[in-house]
């Protein structure tokens, strides 16, 4: 084989209904199924290169060389592609996302799903939108919702072939706009593959999964009807029940700081007064704040007037994974 390359971009996405916890952790078929919006603005542009003059995979993460868990994770996903390819070429890849990375903003989704299109592409596979959703599953979970774009639904399955996701509606469907807010810099002490394998130690994950199919429903509902009311009371329940579990499990994962729970407390003011406003958190001390895009700036506004809030980004639903 000669040099192939191939460079693609994916938008990270943030989840209105959660994924917390594995039925199989080493495919990333989830306990539950989940809904999320990409984020536009925000992305990882990743580029693979093919080289048979390389002895080993290599990673550059911001232009910096990578070893250690990173670079296993992509040597893993190379590994597939290589088999369903039939090649046995090492690869360098060289990943750049423009959004701080492991600060409650899924940067693994967006580099998941950039590596699945850019790496088969440049092995010479054509796959469909759910093939590459499966693929991109395997290097993170909540990648596989930034394959497709604008507002996606993963469907849990029960295995590698019925585990994808799908898009429920596209990115001009809903004016909707999450205000990332910035309250701490900091990589995250412990991370979502760690988290997910803590989550029935819980004694509440049982009761959050059961209780998932409901919640799903009323958030798909509300996003197709663009009934912000219901939105924000399914989307805020279903954060705070991952917390619930993250809070209780053996050891207690509290991700939240004290700014956290300022702009926790503010929302639901702000929502009181007749804002239309909600709040979900990730596995990290951020908060993303959801609000219909005409209300926005003024949001971002008082946002950033918050003590402990460092910077407010704001992201409109994003497209799919795509070529460059
Ligand atoms: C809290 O997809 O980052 O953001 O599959 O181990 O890479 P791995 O986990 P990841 O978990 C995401 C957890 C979450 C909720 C969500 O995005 O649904």
């Excluded at 390389?54 to 070893?67: A, F, S």
């Excluded at 003024?298 to 007037?305: D, K, M, S």
Aim: aromatic share 8%; glycine share 6%; with cysteine.
């Amino acid at each position: 084989m000669s040099i192939h390359s191939a460079t693609a971009i994916a938008c990270p996405n943030i989840a209105f209904i959660k994924y917390w916890g594995d039925l199989d952790p080493c495919l990333h078929i989830p306990a539950n199924s989940s809904i999320s919006m990409n984020l536009e603005g925000l992305y990882t542009r990743t580029q693979v290169v093919f080289d048979p003059a390389l002895r080993y995979d290599q990673l550059t993460l911001e232009g910096e060389p990578v070893g250690g868990i990173a670079l296993e994770r992509v040597n893993a996903m190379l590994d597939r592609v290589r088999e369903m390819a039939g090649i046995a070429t090492f690869a360098a890849v060289d990943s750049f996302s423009n959004f701080p990375i492991s600060a409650g903003i899924a940067s693994s989704a967006s580099a998941f799903a950039a590596l699945s299109l850019a790496a088969t592409t440049a092995a010479g596979l054509k796959l469909n939108e759910k093939e590459l959703s499966r693929l991109a599953r395997t290097g993170s979970g909540s990648a596989c919702r930034s394959i497709p774009g604008g507002f996606v639904e993963w469907q849990a399955g029960e295995s590698d072939e019925e585990s994808y996701s799908f898009s429920i509606a596209s990115p001009k469907h809903w004016d909707l706009v999450d205000c990332i807010v910035l309250v701490s810099p900091a990589q995250k002490p412990v991370s979502s593959s760690e988290g997910h394998a803590l989550a029935l130690t819980s004694i509440l994950q049982p009761t959050r999964v059961t209780d998932t199919d409901r919640r799903l429903g009323l958030c798909r509902m509300a996003i197709l009807r663009r009934d912000f009311a219901s939105f924000a009371e399914v989307v805020e329940l279903d954060s705070n029940l991952m917390h619930a579990v993250m809070i209780t499990s053996t050891p207690s994962l509290l991700y939240w700081q004290p700014a956290t729970v300022e702009v926790m407390h503010a929302v639901q003011s702000w929502r009181s007064e007749g804002l239309p406003v909600c709040y979900t958190i990730d596995a990290g001390p951020n908060v993303h704040v959801l609000c219909p895009g005409g209300e926005a700036e003024r949001i971002a506004q008082r946002l950033r007037e918050l003590p402990g809030v460092l910077q407010v980004l704001t992201a409109y639903p994003g497209g799919p994974a795509y070529l460059e």
